[in-house]
């Protein structure tokens, strides 16, 4: 296996000012208009009394101040020394966006400099704190939409600058890399060994890395789609709302993917993922059905269509576990380390759980609450580099679209 270099983009929006498609007419993708005052709505709110934490165990410094705007969530977390989340909020911008048809990225940018008071005070109100308090501060430097990185970025260099306190730009992969060795309800971080193996997937990458002491070597990566775009494009095709995957995932637990199943690519040589085959079959598959005149409401899915979408699932889980197994084979590793939005998918979990225990492989999956984009990752990434000695970047990090990464 040839470690290749990766430059990466985040999401469906690798270029500027397109929006993102996020399932509705396309029709009306490209208008840009300003969208009309919207509540801020928060997808996920966790924040531990810091007197409750406090008395139950000592935080331990640096604390750590993150923000993640890199696309279309706006969130704040803060990490303590030991990598506690002690405060993670996520607010999604998706009824902004859903009008378009896609993320619009100026829309992106002006939701995230009007979302993160709410944000900022979510995370940090119940704790007490006020920035402050942080001894490090991280924002997401990219990849994402520029425009929405900068709005982040700009937020976390100036407090910063204005606190005197250290600052890390960091890059997004690295955030959902580290991600399963943090610890839900308060509780300090998993220390991650100086070797392992990632594997990350998400709705902009499918990767497979190689981490000794931080550095970053790719091993595996898609050739076309991301596993997470193919779950949204087929939900998509089908009718339902962005973000399609997880209500895919739903809909196959009720299906069953052996009476017709999907084929999983082979490799030879190197290896790759490649999912665009798997959608195109997917989909030819759903247009026969509609052709034989069944009809499919996306509420209530007709019987053929759940086996289509178990068996779509099982054909998309199965690459992911049959590229792993190819790699433990050629050359074992002992722990892996499973991240990105797919990685909430109950199939992937089930079946990664049950491959890691027949090879005594030590399987570390990101808990459900940091899979999809989060601000805690971010804290937690540069939490690592500050204990490796890393004394942060210079105020002149620049958000990036594109950045190289593994
Ligand atoms: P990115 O940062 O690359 O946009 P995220 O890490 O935020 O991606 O993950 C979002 C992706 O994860 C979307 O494509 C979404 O559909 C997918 N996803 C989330 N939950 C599930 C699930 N249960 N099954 C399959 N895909 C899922
Ligand atoms: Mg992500």
Redesign the pocket.
């Known amino acids: 296996m040839r470690p290749r270099p990766l430059t990466a983009t985040?999401?469906?929006a690798s270029r500027e000012g397109e929006p993102?498609d996020i399932g509705a007419d396309d029709s009306s993708r490209h208008r840009c208009a300003p969208s009309p005052p919207q509540p801020v709505t928060m997808r996920a709110v966790t924040a531990h009394s810091v007197t409750a934490t406090l008395r139950a165990m000592s935080l331990e410094r640096p604390i750590v101040l993150a923000i993640e705007t890199?696309?279309d969530?706006t969130a704040c977390a803060i990490v303590d020394g030991a990598g506690r989340v002690l405060a993670s909020s996520v607010s999604s911008q998706l009824a902004a966006h859903r009008p378009y048809g896609g993320v619009v990225p100026e829309i992106a940018s002006r939701e995230h400099l009007a979302n993160w008071p709410a944000v900022a005070s979510a995370a940090l109100g119940p704790l007490g704190l006020a920035p402050a308090d942080a001894d490090l501060v991280a924002a997401t430097r990219g990849p994402?939409l520029v425009g929405a990185l900068l709005v982040g970025l700009s937020m976390g260099k100036a407090l910063a600058y204005g606190l005197g306190k250290p600052f890390y730009g960091v890059h997004?992969l690295e955030g959902?890399l580290w991600s399963p060795f943090l610890a839900t309800g308060g509780a300090p971080a998993a220390a991650p060994p100086g070797r392992f193996v990632a594997l990350?997937?998400?709705?902009?990458?499918t990767a497979i890395y190689d981490v000794v002491d931080g550095a970053v070597t790719t091993l595996a990566e898609t050739r076309d789609d991301?596993?997470?775009?193919v779950?949204?494009k087929l939900?998509k095709r089908l009718g339902l709302a962005?973000?399609?995957?997880?209500r895919?995932?739903?809909l196959a637990e009720r299906g069953d993917g052996a009476r017709e199943p999907l084929p999983v690519p082979r490799v030879e040589g190197e290896l790759f993922f490649s999912y665009s085959g798997l959608k195109s079959a997917a989909i030819r598959r759903l247009e026969a059905l509609e052709r034989a005149g069944l009809v499919v409401d996306p509420t209530d899915p007709p019987a053929p269509v759940l086996d289509l979408l178990a068996a779509f699932?099982a054909a998309?889980v199965a690459q992911l576990v049959s590229r792993l197994e190819r790699l433990h084979r050629s050359r074992p590793f002992a722990l892996l380390a499973v991240?990105?939005?797919?990685?909430?998918?109950?199939?992937?979990r089930r079946e990664i759980t049950a491959w890691a225990a027949d090879r005594g492989v030590d399987l570390r999956l990101v808990p459900l609450g940091y899979?999809?984009?989060n601000a805690a990752m971010i804290a937690f990434a540069a939490l690592l580099r500050h204990r490796r000695g890393e004394p942060g970047d210079a105020f002149t990090v620049e958000a990036e679209s594109r950045i190289p990464f593994g």
């Not at 990350?200 to 990458?205: A, F, K, L, Q, R």
């Not at 991301?226 to 775009?229: F, I, K, L, R, S």
């Open positions: 985040r999401g469906r993102v890199s696309c969530d994402g997004h959902h990350v997937v998400s709705g902009g990458h991301a596993v997470g775009e779950f949204d939900g962005y973000p399609q995957g997880p895919v995932d739903e699932r998309a991240s990105g939005g797919v990685a909430a998918n109950r199939l992937l899979s999809g984009d």
